[in-house]
């Protein structure tokens, strides 16, 4: 008969300890910031009040799993478990037939819209209302970013495109001077092989060739 009561009353217990854990670390989190404190000294509140509350929720985790000392009669492993059994519990004697509580059905619905609204905020980061001024404000600070942006794409791609501009224009003045230097050699060795040819057709080079062989024989 006191299960619905037993449970709401370890619930609401259980819920009062994580907010007002939860108000003193935000509490000291904006005291330290406004007074532009270090960050050594910020994590070390937010730690101090973060083992408070973890002990507190350890200390009810473990009556919850004791519960009433066997192994009917208890919630379950966790506070989660608590959570459960009182939702179920509290939906149960909404919704009944015999009694039913308009208020306890409401109850439900309006704390479900509110933890969803929570999360939206959470998640998205909408809390604030914004006028329509400010989106417009918003909306031609998020154009002149864009801008801004493709500007400095379109210069990096101008650079990208003068260094390989570059990188060509050298690479084709490398060819063409191999290429020149290549002739200039094909020249030299034309050159060179009509020299022989005009060398071996001379016949005072044979003359020649033709003396030092004499001399070479008479001497030997």
Same mark, same amino acid.
């Not at 909408?126 to 909306?139: D, I, P, Q, R, T």
């Not at 050699?185 to 030092?212: A, G, W, Y």
């Given at each position: ?5 037993? !449970? ?5 217990? *259980?819920?009062? *300890? ?28 937010? !730690? ?9 929720? !350890? ?15 208890? #919630? ?9 059994? #009182? ?15 308009? =208020? ?6 309006? +704390? ?10 959470? =998640?998205? !980061?909408?809390?604030? @209302?914004? /006028?329509?001024? +400010?989106? +417009?404000?918003? $909306? ?18 101008? @650079? ?11 690479? $084709?003045? $490398? ?34 060739? /033709?003396?030092?062989?004499?001399? /070479?024989?008479?001497?030997?």
């Amino acid at each position: 008969d006191c299960d619905l009561a037993w !449970s709401a009353v370890n619930s609401h217990f *259980i819920l009062g *300890i994580i907010g007002f854990v939860t108000m003193l670390a935000l509490r000291a989190y904006v005291m330290l910031i406004a007074a532009q404190a270090s960050n050594v000294l910020m994590v070390a509140a937010l !730690s101090g009040t973060g083992a408070a509350l973890c002990l507190m929720i !350890s200390i009810v985790n473990r009556g919850v799993q004791s519960g009433g000392g066997t192994e009917f009669y208890r #919630y379950g492993n966790t506070i989660l478990d608590l959570f459960r059994h #009182y939702a179920m519990l509290l939906s149960q004697a909404a919704t009944s037939s015999v009694s039913p509580g308009p =208020l306890q059905l409401s109850a439900i619905i309006l +704390e479900t819209v509110s933890l969803l609204c929570m999360a939206n905020v959470l =998640l998205f !980061s909408n809390g604030k @209302k914004v /006028s329509e001024e +400010e989106e +417009e404000c918003l $909306l031609l600070f998020n154009e002149s970013n864009d801008n801004i942006i493709s500007n400095k794409n379109n210069m990096n791609n101008n @650079k990208n495109n003068a260094v390989n501009n570059n990188f060509i224009d050298s690479s $084709l003045n $490398l060819f063409e001077e191999q290429q020149r230097k290549t002739k200039l050699l094909s020249k030299c060795l034309v050159m060179m092989e009509n020299d022989q040819e005009i060398n071996n057709n001379n016949p005072n080079n044979r003359e020649d060739s /033709s003396e030092d062989d004499d001399t /070479s024989v008479s001497i030997i």
